[in-house]
């Protein structure tokens, strides 16, 4: 095997593991360099650092302090990356940590973050998933099962001062439109919780109070949550500093498009196993700003999908313009409504399209004044026949398992 | 062969035949009538009922009255069927008139309509695609060949006057926000070019002051514009009306997620060959809103993409809160900036966007405050080789073919 | 549309259609030549010139005169091939003909022709499938359905005299092995129901002496009834002669691998629309000594299949040598028993392993002395489900519709 | 992680590993037991037992004594299995040992076992292939890298008595038939290198005396090397003996169809995550035989193939009768000619159609005297582009690196 750069310790505090970080700065020092054509291994912790515990109880995920995340593996440095290059990363296998088979998923209380449906789905709850080899299924959430769709929600390198110095300024100009909006517009620097990982002294202080949260994916990729983005595809990285420095965390077994349900895929400690290498000069060459990539040659395939519509008219009527994410939020309430038919609760229909490989589709923009967004479930994951019928639906569960709750203090 | 229930002559103005329609309206007679389980033919203009011409010039984009879109076959009556069943509707399959065997593509000026980049292109530019069996080219971009995933870009059923009075009062409002706006915020009815189909008299003239334009999707399906939608995929559609009311057109040949271009796809006149039978009280026992479908077991597959990543900060670097819209603009304006390294005009690669099978996907809608949209170009569309590598792109194209432009006048 | 270069009247017998031969020779006279580049459309009769009828009788299955067999458009010329070259052949488009939306299967009875399982199932049956479009549905076969995967069971350029001579030694030589055996072991020359396109007068009779016969796939080609040839292919021919003289028909709509019914997949007349082009010299270029070809971009996709073993054990218990064949026809067998659970006839079974787009796989040839086949069939073309439960079968069919048979006379 | 029923150590001689055995026989005692539902690992040596290195010569691929293999791991009893049952074995997931990130593939000499091609490459030859996780590729054979097709090259449950004795009788009259034969036509009962498990004295040796060889596949599954037995898939196994009994071993990184090099796919040394459960009296409810399954929801996919034909005339001009495995020899030889054009040894063509994930497919065996076979190979495991042009091929490699071979002595 190849070496394991970064080792996590899942029963150690995160912040006292020195080769994991929290924040974006470009002065947060590199853990270790590799030469371009490298492979490694790097673990990671889930994204909250373990917070989230294996157990019937959504409290963690209620009463969590959202400036701790997310736990990051890295800086790793790559030995000649010059601002202005492409880093190829191979993402060659991920895996969950051996001694750690399961992952969670949840949405938070509409007062600690909430999520894309918090509207109606308020309160804190929780669903956890247990891995089967290939495969998950929840003790929360009966007749589901699928093959996980393993990626990281979270890679990156770091900015330079200069970008570091757009995103705050941007991030905190916007956030101050409406500073006590619930939940919130944006996430600032917030130096009481930082984890600036080698950095110390003074120089942690300064780069703690004014380093980029890793919550909203920017130019240099973070924390996309693409779920597209698993183990066997390869991405084209924008380079920035010296080195490249590239981290990640926020490793998912599997999630939908758009990670709607926010606390969040199906999170997960693990490792993961890239190659690194550089294509000199590669964002002028090819004129990127956003990282692009390849998808992998190995995942799930489905044949057989039902696909539910939405429009920008929101659930109260209001018409937005081309408003794809109300689009989007009309499929999904649709989708929910049609799986309660069956007999899932509407919890557990929201972490069914959190969790497994659903697609979200743009599929119409330009026909004034509606957007059409499509949500594809594939049929396949369910072990029963979702598919409509001339008889009508037929209620395959009983209501008597439910996902945890647990309704704000 | 099935009886062909709708004709279209295209040497006829679209006005002539009275089994076509270009509003929502459900005072507009059946033309024909089917039981449930009966296949037939439908033969439909392209959208602008043969507005565009097969040449070299983009004067009649930037000239047509968008007041007098889309020309639709229909509506066709399906005997027992009754407010809130479901219609169940299957693409049997599709196909252009033999005699027609081209469609076109391109983009609004900014002042008539627009399109998703008209900040980008604001003027009429147009490209003409022949037809190869179930493959297309143009003659006015060069290196690029597909598939056809042939589908309707609109297709529904009649609304009732309660929903057609919701729609109007919506979106009437929602203009009259900003009325003066370019590109318009919606459209209005507007009597002057409404084809009511066989309405005659004054219930003609009253139903064209009021019937719906039929440009944006809404509850009943309508112009999706969804690409899936493919011969072969199956669809179940609300009923509002006695009879149903089933009409279509706005054939596409091919057509990339979002339809960028907006004029529009690969806009063709052809047929439908379709199927339709009920689901009674469908829409309460599924809890339907809006139409959902499965999709054909027959399409195009690519097993290799390059796609490419946009957030929600706009091309002016002004931050927008988890919008898909704008998050989906900078991964297309990011495409074009990668296609024009290889020779292609930016017009040229935003209309392989338009045109071909690319997927537009929600990747993150949670992560405040940026959305994170993807575009998926399938490589083996072009006939060259578009994957970054540490040489650096190839200029295969020299720039000597161009898409006609015609400037506003 | 382009032109169609042959057209085919169903109404008249082959014989007299002067653009259709039914055996391989040099001197069959072009019938249309076009140039390197071209697309044309060809019409075909069904493999029988129509000796198979849309009936609910087996007879004709069962008298069938096979030396009639196949009836092909053809030749056609290409300007500039010459003996050495690979005639490219894009098949753009396949369908059946609009008057004649239909197709049939059967197994001929052991003492004329026969088929892969014709031990078990002796006597002549037939199954007449529908077509809806894209899918297919038999009066005959109850509970299954599918899209057509629509190709040529045969196609290829005309052999010189030196193949030709070729293979009339070989083949003469191995039927005189055993020249009694029933079914006989191939089909050699035989002048008197030949059609020689427009040769005629003593040129006609020498050739219609000596030319091969369509029933083997050979070293050109031919009747290779490969399913995967399938509309939207692209192949390359060896050439022969001057003018390459290509030749076409035998059109299936769907066809299992193997074509183990013998007559054969879902048989049916229709049209090609091809276009040609050459590589010079190419099959000294790439070593070519048979056809190369690559598949369709649009072909069915299913993600689900139940597989079936089989071994060179026959099902009398003799061990083969690996031998493929046995073994496949072990995995057939198997697959039917297995269907038959379910309701079906064993012939019922059969036409569905003959037609559907089951998938024949090698999966073992070194294992001495067995070889191990693999049958896939694809779960989603039956109504219901295939799968195996800790339950058991349920019977879905009650048997009271079967496939018309015909006893020997 | 679930428990580790039988680990192995690869420093060990397989032969001191009690939970191993190389025979089939059910005598050979359980060495672990669980119940239906359970989830466990096992652990497998190289079917060779680590006889051959990973090093850079072809001796160990000619000096081995075949009589070894192959070394399974087991037999597990199922608690409740009973004669008839079917045994429901999902492959949860399959890895090579995190020590041994390696196979190998080679071809043996004529002399000692051959292959399929044994005529064309009687000498023993050797490549040797580096995991990069999911991925691999040979330093032997350059231009060729692809994700693996994991496989259990073989499993299956123990034979009762008297399926033991149809075996041996069946194969012994058969080898007898031509007992000089060189390659052997089977493999016979062989006392000496029996590895017979926890059985011990005079029932061991009376037991090894007549336990039936591994190399063959047979009724009860085995050594099927189907490729597509992959990690993911779910297989219904034929329970002969109480407690069913299932070994498993030969673990393949990849394989194409046939695995027509014998020595063999990509062998490895690994582990299984598999879970097991019941049907009862499933063989009779089924019709079951062979074994059945289901393919993983994982797979690589390929839309793009470059398939070459074979038919039964072999490659000295001989006829043979609707032979597949003639046909697919020819099919092999073909491809075989074709990479050489791109600068390939044969040797090393021969080796990528044994490694690589190609499809083997019975395209036509009912066109008299000639069977059809066709070989699929994905064109994306190649570094360069090996579709055929005008141009012609180009010439990739130089011929500086080649396979080991190592010749008779």
Redesign the interface.
Known sequence: ?PETLIKVDLSQSAYDNDMVHNRWHPDIPMVATVKPGA?FIVETYDWTGGFIKNNDSADDVRDIDLSIVHFLSGPIGVEGAEPGD?L?V????IGAK??S?WGFNGFFSKKNGG??LTEHFPQAQKSIWDF????TKSRHIPGVR??GLIHPGLIGCLPDPKLLA?WNE??I???NTDPERV?????VPFGPTAHMGRLTGEARDKAAAEGART?????H?G??????LS??SKI?FPVYVPGAGLSMGDLHFSQG??????C?AIEMAGWV?L?VD?????MA???????????????????????????S?DEW?K?H?????VA?R??CL?AI??L??FGYSGAQAYSILGTAPV????????????????L?IPT?IFEF?I????A??TKFLDGSIQMPLSPDL
Chains 1, 2, 3, 4 share one sequence.
């Open positions: 095997m492979d492409l190829v191979d993402l060659l296998d051996p001694e088979q999520g894309f089967e080899g290939m495969f699928f093959p757009t941007r991030e100009a916007f956030v939940p919130a517009l944006g996430t919550v909203p994916p920017r130019e990729g924390n996309c949550d693409i779920k597209d183990r066997g084209y498009d758009g990670e709607i349900t926010f969040g196993h190659k550089l294509i000199k000069d590669g060459k090819y004129g990127i700003k956003n990282p692009i990539f390849k998808p992998s040659p190995i995942t799930p395939q489905y044949d057989d999908y039902l696909i539910f519509e939405g429009i008219v009527g018409q313009y081309l408003d794809v994410h989007y009309q499929a649709n409504e049609y309660k038919k697609q979200g589709h743009i599929s119409g923009v330009v026909d004034i004044p509606n957007a059409c967004a499509t594809w396949k026949d598919n409509p019928s001339a009508g639906p």
